[in-house]
C-alpha cells in the first residue's frame, strides 16, 4: 500500500464508499449500454474515476496499466476485424450463445472499449501525479 495523497480519514473513508457507489452504476451502464445510451465508454470512465479516488486514499497502486489499455484494443480490433475475416462487413453484429447465456459482439467491443479507457486514464493519472 502507497502512502495515501489525502491524509484526513473522514475523506477516506467517504472515498471507500465512493469507490462501491462508482463501480456497482458503471457495471449498470456497461449493461445497459447495448439498448440505451451509455456502455463501454462511460463505464471506463467511471471506472478511472473510481480508481483515481483508491489512488488518492493509497489503496491503488498501478502497475500495468499500458497492457489493459492495450489488451483492450486488441479486443475491439479483432471484433471489429474477425467478421470481415468471413466475409462480412467490418463491425457487422453477431450472436453467439454460451449455455443460456446469449451474448452480441457488441458487448465484447464495449469491453474492449471499457479496457482502453480504464487504461489510458490510469497512465494519465500516473503522468500527473509524478509531477
Known amino acids: ?5 489525502v491524509s484526513s480519514v473522514i475523506i477516506q473513508g467517504w472515498a471507500k464508499l465512493a469507490v462501491y457507489a462508482m463501480i456497482a452504476v458503471a457495471i449498470y451502464l456497461f ?3 447495448h439498448n440505451a445510451p451509455g456502455g463501454g465508454f462511460v463505464a471506463g470512465i467511471i471506472t478511472a474515476i ?5 489512488y488518492a486514499i493509497g489503496y491503488y497502486n498501478p502497475k500495468n496499466s499500458i497492457a489493459i489499455a492495450a489488451l483492450g484494443l486488441l479486443i475491439a480490433y479483432s471484433t471489429a476485424l474477425i467478421p ?3 466475409g462480412q462487413a467490418a463491425l457487422t453484429h ?3 450463445h454460451i449455455g443460456p447465456i ?10 474492449g472499449v471499457y479496457f482502453v479507457v480504464v487504461g489510458i486514464s490510469v497512465t494519465i493519472m500516473q503522468a500527473f ?3
Open 84 to 86: 470481415a475475416a468471413f
Open 50 to 54: 473510481a480508481l483515481l479516488f483508491w
Open 1 to 5: 500500500m502507497q502512502k495515501p495523497l
Open 129 to 131: 501525479s509524478r509531477s
Open 31 to 33: 449493461f445497459r449500454g
Open 94 to 96: 453477431t450472436m453467439f
Open 102 to 111: 446469449h451474448i452480441g459482439t457488441a458487448a465484447v467491443f464495449d469491453l
